[in-house]
Every structure is written in structure tokens, then in C-alpha cells.
């Protein structure tokens, strides 16, 4: 079992910034994925980003060149930093965590005021 427990979100203004943090604990030699999605009210949840290995990343398009994400080798933590936010980019975050199975944070809600 892996654990996930998230941090960093709030409110902001157009343009702000934000940070991001999960931090992993229990049988995370198993992750081989580390992420963040985000779901906003009456839509899916949807990718943000990803980093495997701690090397690899990918890239919602909607977030490309504003939002950068960083982890450990040893697989135990993940940051989201956000810059230039936008209203669209309001959500509640969840940290995801990928092994033999997908694990979720709780979630972190992130309110971009216009």
C-alpha cells in the first residue's frame, strides 16, 4: 500500500503562482510514476503532468511552458510548481501514484480568481 498526502493549494489571482507537494510513504519502492491530476466541478478528471523514473516527464498541453514537476529518486515525493495561473486552471489537484496499481492523494483544491 502506498499513502499519498498533498499540500500547497489555495487561492490566487490571475497570473500567481503556486506550489505543490505530495509526499509518499509506505511501500513506495513499488512507484514507478509519480503525478498530479485535476478534476473541476461537472468535468473529468484529467492528466497534469507525470514524471517516471524521476527523469521523464509529460505534459498536459493546457499547461506546457507554465507548470513544471520535479521529484526525488528515491520516489517518495513530487512537487507541481504553477506559474502564470489562469481561471481554467482552477481544480481540486490529486497527487497520483503509479505501481502494480494507481494510487490518489485526497486532493488540494486550487482556486484561480480572475
Known amino acids: 500500500q502506498v499513502q499519498l498526502v498533498e499540500s500547497g493549494g489555495g487561492l490566487v489571482q490571475t497570473g500567481g503562482s503556486l506550489r505543490l507537494s505530495c509526499a509518499a510513504s509506505?511501500?513506495?519502492?513499488?512507484?514507478?510514476?509519480m503525478g498530479w491530476y485535476r478534476q473541476a466541478p461537472g468535468k473529468q478528471r484529467e492528466l497534469v503532468a507525470l514524471i517516471t523514473s524521476g527523469v521523464s516527464t509529460t505534459y498536459a498541453d493546457s499547461v506546457k511552458g507554465r507548470f513544471t514537476i520535479s521529484g526525488t529518486n528515491v520516489k517518495n515525493a513530487v512537487s507541481l510548481q504553477m506559474n502564470s495561473l489562469k481561471p481554467e486552471d482552477t481544480a481540486v489537484y490529486y497527487c497520483?501514484?503509479?505501481?502494480?496499481?494507481?494510487?490518489w492523494g485526497q486532493g488540494t483544491q486550487v482556486t484561480v480568481s480572475s
Open positions: 497520483y501514484a503509479g505501481s502494480a496499481r494507481n494510487y
Open positions: 509506505g511501500s513506495i519502492f513499488r512507484i514507478t510514476t
